[in-house]
């Protein structure tokens, strides 16, 4: 197994990149609040000649996460373009471009907040409250912050049963939203699918969203696009299985196992990607130049 180089900065290995897959949370903010390095970094980027394609599993058209993003006083002009699996998962509710989207139907369960209820608009669905009544469902998130997974096996056992498909708009298992943990969308698709219900995922680490941004960026050679991010699970993963490099943001989602007193433990890195089965090129202890 390979092993990690652990740097101070992307300024140290700019020019083995083009092409810039930026996650948000745990890198470029904290769900409340934009880090300062971060922005720091994104401008120098910038100006470095490199493409900045914000690559986020936010359950949200990008238009809303773009917004969302400026309120936070993430500039747009620090970015180059936004690709949400939110947006993703809109279009393929939108255009049915498969079998399986064709089948889905148009009577829909939602397990989401109500912040999210954007993804319905413009898709010909009808909302409804029973699962019984329901063709799929669609998950992109959790209302009461202090939801688990099981908490909803209610609804997705009877859908489990009836074979009722699910779309994921958002992979993620958890974030920490102001430092305060809560689970995403991917962990109740994650039970769905141990109830043996079966799942359509939208975002990383599936390879759809990468050739996307690359065909839109441009990009013919993957080795020349690197992913930054601090999922081990999506952020890394996903890229590695583009071939395209990564570097993993230890002060993010992982924290409590990888930083120590404010520094990243090589040791428990080392130990985690044996863990995980999957390397990152390079660590971090916070996103910056």
């Known amino acids: 197994m390979n092993s990690t180089r652990i740097i101070s900065g992307l300024g140290e290995i700019a020019d083995r990149f083009d092409l810039v897959l930026m996650d948000l949370w745990g890198c470029v903010h904290d769900g409340i609040k934009p880090y300062p390095p971060a922005l720091d970094c994104l401008a120098r980027l910038g100006a470095a000649g490199k493409t900045v394609a914000i690559l986020s599993n936010a359950p949200r058209r990008a238009g809303e996460v773009i917004a969302r993003l400026s309120e936070m006083g993430v500039d747009r002009a620090l970015y180059t373009e936004l690709f949400a699996s939110g947006e993703e998962t809109w279009r393929y509710l939108k255009t049915r471009p498969d079998g399986l989207a064709q089948r889905l139907?148009?009577?829909?369960?939602?397990?989401?907040?109500?912040?999210?209820?954007?993804m319905l608009e413009g898709l010909d669905l009808e909302?409804?409250?029973?699962?019984?009544?329901?063709?799929?469902?669609?998950?992109?998130?959790?209302?009461?912050?202090?939801?688990?997974?099981?908490?909803?096996?209610?609804?997705?056992?009877?859908?489990?049963?009836?074979?009722?498909?699910?779309?994921?708009?958002n992979p993620d298992l958890l974030v920490?939203?102001?430092?305060?943990?809560?689970?995403?969308?991917?962990?109740?698709?994650?039970?769905?699918?141990?109830?043996?219900?079966?799942?359509?995922?939208?975002?990383?680490?599936?390879?759809?969203?990468?050739?996307?941004?690359?065909k839109s960026c441009g990009l013919s050679a993957p080795e020349r696009a690197i992913g930054v991010g601090d999922s081990f699970r999506t952020d890394v993963r996903g890229a590695?299985?583009?071939?395209?490099?990564?570097?993993?943001?230890?002060?993010g989602i992982h924290r409590l196992e990888l930083m120590r007193a404010g520094r990243l433990d090589a040791g428990q890195l080392a130990a985690l990607s044996r863990k995980l089965s999957v390397v990152p090129d390079y660590a971090v202890s916070q996103l910056a130049w």
């Open 240 to 251: 590695a299985n583009m071939g395209a490099g990564s570097v993993l943001v230890a002060g």
């Open 176 to 214: 920490h939203r102001g430092g305060v943990e809560e689970i995403c969308a991917g962990a109740i698709a994650e039970r769905y699918e141990r109830l043996g219900g079966r799942v359509v995922y939208h975002g990383k680490p599936h390879r759809k969203i990468y050739e996307t941004i690359f």
């Open 127 to 169: 909302a409804v409250d029973d699962v019984g009544a329901a063709t799929f469902l669609l998950v992109t998130g959790i209302a009461d912050e202090k939801s688990q997974a099981a908490d909803f096996d209610a609804v997705l056992k009877p859908a489990a049963r009836a074979s009722l498909p699910l779309v994921c708009a």
């Open 105 to 118: 139907g148009r009577r829909v369960y939602p397990i989401m907040s109500e912040r999210d209820r954007g």
